[in-house]
């Protein structure tokens, strides 16, 4: 997944296969910690699973909060709304990650373009910082 804004990918920091460690954005590689699975779950609703380690993990609201500014991590599935996605179409193949339980989109902290930023939840503002394209497989 690469951030419109800033053009850099999605990325679990470190490569840590822990729960609770924090997606981050990075420069695009072929890294395994940049490779994510989206497993559809019901009625649009998709979770959002690692690549990088023995044991599957999802991309998850960090405590299942619904404010802006909650940090996105990577967690033992639970099934929980928390970690559950929609994807809504934006522009000129992007699209907007919407979590369940919040109703909040995934952006980057502050609307940075640099590497390491932060991924968390926000209110949409239709930016192009809120935008994501799917690359690879």
């Given at each position: 997944?690469?951030?419109?804004?800033?053009?850099?990918a999605a990325d679990v920091s470190g490569a840590s296969t822990d729960n609770g460690?924090?997606?981050?954005?990075?420069?695009?590689?072929?890294a395994v910690n940049q490779q994510f699975r989206f497993i559809p779950v019901g009625?649009?609703?998709?979770?959002?699973?690692?690549?990088?380690?023995?044991?599957?993990?999802?991309?998850?609201?960090?405590?299942?909060?619904?404010?802006?500014?909650?940090?996105?991590?990577?967690?033992?599935?639970?099934?929980?709304?928390?970690?559950?996605?929609?994807?809504?179409?934006?522009?000129?193949?992007?699209?907007?990650?919407?979590?369940?339980?919040?109703?909040?989109?995934?952006?980057?902290?502050?609307?940075?373009?640099?590497?390491?930023?932060?991924?968390?939840?926000?209110?949409?503002?239709?930016?192009?910082?809120?935008?994501?394209?799917?690359?690879?497989?």
């Amino acid at each position: 997944m690469v951030n419109r804004r800033s053009g850099k990918a999605a990325d679990v920091s470190g490569a840590s296969t822990d729960n609770g460690a924090a997606l981050i954005q990075y420069t695009p590689s072929s890294a395994v910690n940049q490779q994510f699975r989206f497993i559809p779950v019901g009625s649009e609703q998709y979770e959002i699973y690692t690549t990088h380690g023995s044991t599957p993990l999802v991309w998850a609201v960090w405590g299942g909060v619904s404010e802006a500014g909650a940090k996105i991590t990577q967690w033992t599935p639970e099934h929980s709304t928390s970690q559950r996605w929609t994807i809504a179409d934006a522009a000129d193949g992007y699209v907007t990650l919407t979590c369940v339980r919040s109703g909040k989109v995934l952006g980057i902290a502050d609307g940075s373009t640099a590497n390491g930023a932060t991924v968390e939840q926000q209110e949409a503002d239709g930016g192009t910082g809120q935008q994501w394209r799917r690359v690879g497989k």
